[in-house]
């Protein structure tokens, strides 16, 4: 009981919640109607019962349906100002959030309204809440590479609104190699950059993502376990890993959360921070609800706690002059 008031009081950072993963099925059944989109679903609790996964696959699958709902500024905006609105008691100071803004733009919809809107929400929130944020640009594995450099190109007009690059969507079929000159344009940009790799792919997509793209963090990672040289390296680099715990064990990438390589990576040194990936997918579970998660079935200590909670702010991309508001 105390050790879980404990970690509910731990202040926490985000560093892995991709934004349209956290669209709870009451919000995009308003959104869908007053733009106009047909959604397969009759009611929120349809979309619910929807929300159960045997592969990342199936999951992607759903997800990216829901993607189709967002067409104005507004809509982004209640996007992420639900999600903060969420999560403001739960003693979260900051969020580094992904939006996958290539899913929006493929369908016409202007970068301008999707950074605009997301951007004014991050400034009301952190008035309303005390919540601090980034926005990561995610861009996505199952459109070609040159179709991410498209919108990189047209994203420098936003750069003062965008603090870094990640890449998500399946890595089956796609090596890191793919992907050098779009990580190199984003890195020449000033961005800081990130991606998924090692949550279905191997250890060497997590070594490749390391030494040909230069990422700071490591979202998932899990496949690195295999190869104790690639957990070394992850551990040498300082490249921390954005676990995402319960997303693990729901799309049936870890057997339950003992089995994911969690203790491992502790043991190894590296820094790790838990993190909620797409809350509202599954079961409504944000940040706290995965810290609680591990706790209740792994037992942590008070110490690995602590640094665990220290990573995160370590991890994030927040200025070095700016990180004592975090503790
Ligand atoms: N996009 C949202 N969640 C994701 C996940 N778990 N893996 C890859 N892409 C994603
Ligand atoms: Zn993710």
Redesign the pocket.
Known sequence: ETKLQFIHDLPKVELHM?LE?SLEPELMFEIAKRNNVPIPFDSPEDIRKASVFNS?QEF?DL?YLGHKVFRTRRDFYDLIYAYFKRVSTGNLRHAELFFEAQEHTNRGVPLEEIVMGLHEGCVQAEKDFGITSDLILCLLRHFPPENMMDLLKQAVAFKQYIKGVGM???EAGCPPSLYVDIFQFAKDQGWHVTS?TG?IGPPEYVRDSIELLGIERCD?GIGARSDPAVVKLLADKKVGVTM?PI?NVL?KVTESIPYSPIRQYLDANCKVCFNS??PSYFGSTYIDENYVAVEKEMGLSVAEWVKIAQDGIDMSWVEQDERKKLQ
């Open positions: 991709h993963g990342l992607l997800y998500s969507s399946s998924h949550e998932h995402c997303s799309l990936d797409d």
